[in-house]
C-alpha cells in the first residue's frame, strides 16, 4: 500500500496536478454561461472529473514523448522518468487509467460529451508532437486548454453559441502568451536538438513581443466573451483588471532576465483563471 501511494504521489508530481488550476475556471466559467447559474453537484462532479483527468491524460503524454529530450535537457532532468523513479510502464497504466476516467465522465455528463471523448483525447495528446514540426506550437497548446470552456458548455447544453467560441478563443491566446514565455528557457536548448518554439525560431526579444500580443488580444477576448454571455459591468470590470495583469506579468521578464518566468507563468496565470470566474459567479449573482 505504501508503495501505490509512493507512485501516486510520483504521478501528481509529474503531471503538476495543482496547475488544474489553469483549466478548470475556464470549464467552470463554460458552464455557468451555458447553464445562466448553477447547474447543479452531478454537471459539476462530472466535469471536474474529466477535466482533472484529461489534463493529467495529456501531461503524461507530453513526459512519455518527450522523454529522450527531457533527458538531456538540464532543465528537466529531475523529472521523475527521467531520474527513473517512475518507469515507463506505470506511467502508461496511469494514461490508460485517465482515459477511461475521462471517458466515463464524459458519459455521465451527456451523450455528446461522450461522443467527443476521443476528438478530446486525441487532441491532448498531440502537442508533445507539434513541437517537432511547427513553431506554432504553443497555440495548439492553446487550443487544447481552449476546450476547457467549450467541455463546461456542452457539459450543460449541446447547442453551441458565440460566448463560448469568443471564450475559446481567448483562453487559446492566453496558453500559447505564457507557453511562449515558458518556451524562452529552452531556446538555445531547442534550436540545438531541433525542436520548434517561437523563440527558437525568432529569438527571445521577438517572441516576449509576440507573447505580449496574444495576452493583449486574450484580454479583448475575454471582454467581448462576457458581452455575448450577456454579462455584466462586474465582469467587464474584472477582466479589464485580468488583462492589465496579464500585460504587468510582461514587465517582469526581459531578454536578459529570466529569473522570475515561474512567477510569470504559474502564480500570475493561475491567479488570472481564477480571478476571472470569481468575476463571472459575483456578476451573476448581483445581476
Known amino acids: ?29 463554460g458552464m455557468l454561461w451555458a447553464e445562466g447559474g448553477w447547474p447543479g453537484f452531478r454537471v459539476f462532479g462530472f466535469l471536474t472529473l474529466a477535466m482533472v483527468a484529461v489534463r493529467s491524460f495529456a501531461m503524461a503524454m507530453n513526459r512519455v514523448l518527450d522523454l529522450r529530450f527531457d533527458a538531456i535537457n538540464p532543465r528537466t532532468k529531475d523529472r521523475p522518468l527521467v531520474t527513473g523513479d517512475l518507469t515507463v510502464a506505470q506511467t502508461l497504466v496511469f494514461i490508460t487509467l485517465c482515459a ?78 505564457f507557453d511562449i514565455l515558458y518556451a524562452c ?9 531541433g525542436l520548434h518554439s517561437l523563440p527558437a525560431r525568432l529569438g527571445v526579444p521577438t517572441a516576449l513581443a509576440l507573447s505580449t500580443f496574444a495576452h493583449a488580444m486574450a484580454g479583448i477576448f475575454f471582454l467581448l466573451a462576457g458581452w455575448a454571455a450577456g454579462a455584466g459591468c462586474i465582469f467587464a470590470g474584472v477582466a479589464s483588471v485580468a488583462a492589465v495583469v496579464l500585460l504587468w506579468e510582461h514587465r517582469l521578464i526581459s531578454p536578459a532576465d529570466m529569473s522570475r518566468v515561474n512567477f510569470a507563468f504559474f502564480t500570475m496565470n493561475g491567479f488570472v483563471a481564477v480571478f476571472v470566474f470569481v468575476g463571472a459567479v459575483v456578476d451573476r449573482l448581483l445581476a
Open 1 to 29: 500500500m505504501r508503495r501505490i501511494w509512493a507512485i501516486a504521489m510520483l504521478l501528481s508530481r509529474m503531471v503538476k496536478i495543482e496547475h488544474s488550476i489553469f483549466a478548470l475556471p475556464f470549464a467552470y466559467l
Open 100 to 177: 477511461i476516467v475521462f471517458t466515463v465522465a464524459c458519459w455521465g455528463m451527456n451523450t455528446l460529451c461522450l461522443i467527443l471523448a476521443p476528438v478530446a483525447l486525441l487532441w491532448s495528446a498531440l502537442y508533445s508532437l507539434t513541437k517537432r514540426v511547427t513553431h506554432l506550437c504553443h497555440f495548439f497548446l492553446g487550443s487544447v486548454l481552449g476546450l476547457a470552456p467549450l467541455a463546461g458548455w456542452f457539459a450543460v447544453t449541446p447547442h453551441l453559441a458565440l460566448a463560448p467560441i469568443l471564450l475559446v478563443l481567448g483562453v487559446t491566446l492566453w496558453v500559447a502568451g
Open 185 to 193: 528557457q529552452d531556446e538555445a536548448f531547442d534550436r540545438k536538438v
